[in-house]
């Protein structure tokens, strides 16, 4: 992969070398998951469908292998308690001292522009006091057009941004509009770094329309 998409890497050193920390950027396409290992000298845990690890015959055990390597945890997203699993897990990444990557926007998205955030990495970063750095993934559109088919060459940018506290809020992490505030604060910070045009909807939402 570096030999074929040559990432550039910027602000990387903003990545705590120890602790818990929230990696929190824009989802354009598949590949942005495996990018994201790449350039961290720390592991990088993040949430997968579990479909990507219960596949049968020899494409399911190297699918399996695959993603477990990179550092996904599987996870039963449809179901009606998905998101609680889904924010759970991530509680106790973080508890443990580990790096978590999350894309707030809950979905891929559809046309290349920034979408508005969920508000579960507000609650990961109240619930743990892990600080947040914001990332932006720049080209990996281009080289997996609808994130789908195989990827073309072409250069990836990897841009991180400082860390973001948000200490003052401690004990908050209930309160929607706290939760509204610091998951805007974050996706403005991904925003400035990918230089998106933000939308004040949900992917997914788009996605249906």
């Known amino acids: 992969m ?12 903003r990545v705590p070398g120890s602790g818990p920390v929230i990696l929190a950027g824009n989802h354009l396409t598949f590949m942005d998951s495996m990018f994201l290992p790449l350039v961290c000298d720390r592991q990088v845990f993040f949430i997968g469908k579990d479909e990507y690890v219960t596949g049968r015959g020899l494409k399911g055990r190297l699918m399996a292998w695959f993603f477990t390597g990179v550092g996904m945890i599987p996870v ?9 699993a889904a924010l759970m897990t991530g509680r106790r990444v973080l508890e443990e001292g580990k790096v978590f990557g999350i894309y707030p926007e809950g979905t891929r998205s559809p046309d290349g522009r920034l979408y508005r955030g969920r508000t579960g990495i507000a609650r990961l970063a109240l619930m743990t006091g892990a600080p947040v750095v914001p990332f932006a993934m720049i080209g990996t559109d281009r080289i997996q057009p609808g994130g789908k088919g195989l990827p073309r060459p072409g250069r990836v940018t990897v841009r991180f941004g400082e ?10 992490d209930r309160d929607r509009y706290v939760l509204r505030a610091v998951t805007d604060e974050v996706m403005s910070e991904v925003m400035r770094l990918s230089g998106q045009e933000y939308v004040d909807m949900y992917a997914t939402k788009a996605k249906a329309a």
């Open 2 to 13: 570096r030999l074929m998409f040559r990432p550039q890497v910027e602000g990387i050193e």
């Open 163 to 172: 860390p973001l506290h948000f200490e003052r809020y401690e004990g908050m």
């Open 76 to 84: 039963d997203r449809d179901g009606g308690r998905g998101g609680v």
